[in-house]
């Protein structure tokens, strides 16, 4: 992850370029040298705290010019900052930390206050759980996983250089490029709009966390300040085009985190005329392992994930453990140059990570398939396979079916414990406006599309937008509960 | 019973049981009931044993394929078809 050089790489932008803009933030342009202030003084901030070296400290990921200095400090003073979520609940982030052994929770507020809340030391909580290494790693990352209980992911800091070395020279990354921030603070792919741009003396553009589905706020963003770089998932470029004004100044355009909906190819297309287009695939595991470049023009029946990124190996096993040589399907697996050693929670990492040839590969719980040509598509989700009335179903299969109705904005397909089936398809439906879309006419329509036992048993339509995450992804798990509550209040 | 009767009840059960808080204002006779999914394989089951228990019919073997039931008119002609041959 970030490393001491990146903190050393933008003091030395402070120095020679004082003046340029380095974060903005809201109505506030931060230069270069006033990063490299703000940075200087929460080092003095931290030196004050006489922390044993290369201790770890908490440090919640606001999305603030303030946190973004806090941890740049935190880097040239060869601590490990955990970066959670900064809505964790008060009892999730005391966990967190005691797991991590961070001695504190730290929070940079207006200017250059430093706020820092001693962490109840608890060696119950942090039984399992590895010391970070500051040698090796100076930031830690949490997934949410499916679980719910956030693992904590070191990112190595010589893994992050490769990542950043990898990225400036494939988007061709300048000092004069401008990124949109779309994603929060705590997410891998900051390492790629934040981190990486700060290290070649770009400027970010961060987007406000609480205003991230207020389309014309987004939108103006990029007007604004001439924006060249934009990476977010599909909901970002659905806001992005809601009002159909070309932005000619953007040159990247980098699809991330779902698979785009063909609809969406031509709007994008329009409104960055000039712009190169990926769709990149990753985790916060191993960063970027794949990437495709997409030409919006002539749509493919389902946008690829592509091929392996430079120095990134794959490899695709089938259910019954077998290495699939030549084209062919099953679970993808990736060792990248980026990727974390491991979790924290050693007892996480036999199941997730394997020793294949001498290299440790990563276990995506992600479905490809391979063509002859060696590119590489995405299924769905292996841990998304539910079955039917004893029938494999992958949910996102049916959710694709559905979400091509023409009336179908969106669609999220849920199993449902059912007695007598074992599990039973729901599907919660958004419908275009003035649509007269029923459940029954979208059965029909799976009907035809789908086999009998994936044809959902129950089918939600709405006019309203689906519930998203924080990320901007359908929240499945609010939409699977609720329907439960309805069924068994 | 009549025929029109025997439609309304069946409409009412399948919609309470298989399309509970959905619109069913689609649901036409013709509607393919099996082919989209409506009534699964399982359904049929719970189907056949209301429709037995309520007009007092018994089907045979031949008849329990899902083409009888493949549609709200194809399950009334089936149950009718069967009131009447009883009554006689």
């Known amino acids: ?489 | 019973m009549n025929s029109k009767d025997v439609a309304g009840e069946i409409r009412a059960y399948v919609v309470a049981q298989f399309l509970a808080g959905e619109d069913s204002s689609d649901l036409t006779g013709d509607y393919s009931l099996i082919e989209s999914g409506v009534i699964d394989s399982l359904g049929l089951i719970r189907l056949i044993s209301h429709l037995t228990e309520t007009y007092e019919v018994s089907f045979d073997d031949l008849e329990l394929g899902p083409d009888n039931f493949r549609s709200l008119d194809a399950i009334v002609d089936l149950v009718t078809t069967h009131s009447t041959a009883s009554a006689a």
């Not at chain 1, 270069?32 to 703000?38: H, T």
């Not at chain 1, 406000?208 to 706020?217: F, L, N, V």
């Not at chain 1, 490899?315 to 699939?324: E, N, Q, S, T, Y």
């Not at chain 1, 079916?401 to 414990?417: G, K």
């Open chain 1, 1 to 489: 992850m970030p490393s001491p050089r990146l903190a050393e790489a933008v003091a030395v932008h402070g120095h020679l370029r004082p003046h340029d803009p380095a974060l903005v933030f809201n109505d506030r342009t931060i230069t270069y040298g006033e990063l490299s202030d703000l940075t200087q003084a929460f080092r003095h901030s931290l030196l004050e705290l006489r922390l044993p070296p290369g201790s770890t400290v908490c440090v919640p990921a606001y999305k603030t010019p303030e946190t973004i200095a806090l941890l740049l400090a935190v880097f040239h003073e060869g601590l490990v900052a955990l970066a959670p979520a900064p809505d964790l609940g008060a009892a999730a982030l005391a966990r967190l930390s005691q797991q991590a052994r961070a001695t504190h929770v730290l929070t940079g507020s207006a200017i250059d206050a430093l706020t820092a809340d001693p962490v109840h030391t608890d060696e119950k909580e942090a039984a399992g759980f590895a010391s970070a290494d500051a040698g090796g790693s100076c930031l830690l990352l949490t997934t949410s996983g499916s679980t719910g209980t956030p693992k904590i992911v070191p990112s190595a800091a010589a893994g992050f250089e490769a990542f950043a070395a990898w990225a400036t020279h494939e988007f061709a990354l300048t000092s004069s490029d401008v990124a949109l921030s779309y994603a929060p603070l705590n997410f891998d792919l900051a390492l790629l709009d934040i981190w990486s741009f700060l290290q070649v003396g770009a400027q970010v553009v961060l987007v406000d966390q609480g205003r991230a589905t207020d389309g014309p706020y987004v939108q103006a963003l990029v007007a604004k300040h001439d924006v060249t770089f934009i990476q977010g998932v599909p909901m970002l470029y659905r806001l992005l085009v809601e009002d159909g004004s070309p932005n000619p100044a953007v040159r990247q355009v980098i699809f991330t985190g779902d698979s785009v909906p063909d609809s969406l190819l031509a709007p994008v297309s329009a409104a960055f005329p000039r712009a190169r287009f990926h769709n990149v695939f990753g985790c916060t595991e191993t960063n970027d392992s794949f990437i495709h470049e997409v030409d919006p023009a002539t749509p493919t029946p389902r946008m690829p994930i592509g091929r392996p990124i430079a120095g990134t190996d794959a490899l695709i096993r089938d259910p019954d453990g077998a290495i699939v040589r030549s084209a062919g399907a099953g679970e993808l697996l990736v060792a990248t140059p980026f990727q974390t050693d491991g979790y924290l929670n050693t007892a996480l990492n036999a199941e997730t990570f394997t020793v294949i040839d001498g290299r440790t590969f990563y276990r995506t719980g992600d479905l490809v398939t391979r063509d002859e040509s060696g590119l590489y598509s995405l299924q769905g989700r292996a841990d998304w396979q539910v079955k039917v009335r004893g029938v494999r179903t992958n949910l996102q299969e049916v959710e694709r079916v559905i979400a091509a109705h023409p009336d179908v904005v969106e669609a999220v397909v849920v199993p449902l414990p059912d007695e007598q089936a074992g599990v039973r398809l729901h599907a919660h439906v958004s419908r275009r406006p003035s649509s007269a879309l029923t459940g029954l006419r979208l059965r029909t329509h799976a009907g035809k599309n789908l086999p009998r036992h994936a044809i959902p048993t129950s089918v939600h339509v709405t006019d309203t937008p689906l519930p998203r995450t924080s990320t901007g992804k359908p929240d499945r798990n609010l939409i699977k509960s609720n329907r439960l509550k309805e069924i068994h209040p």
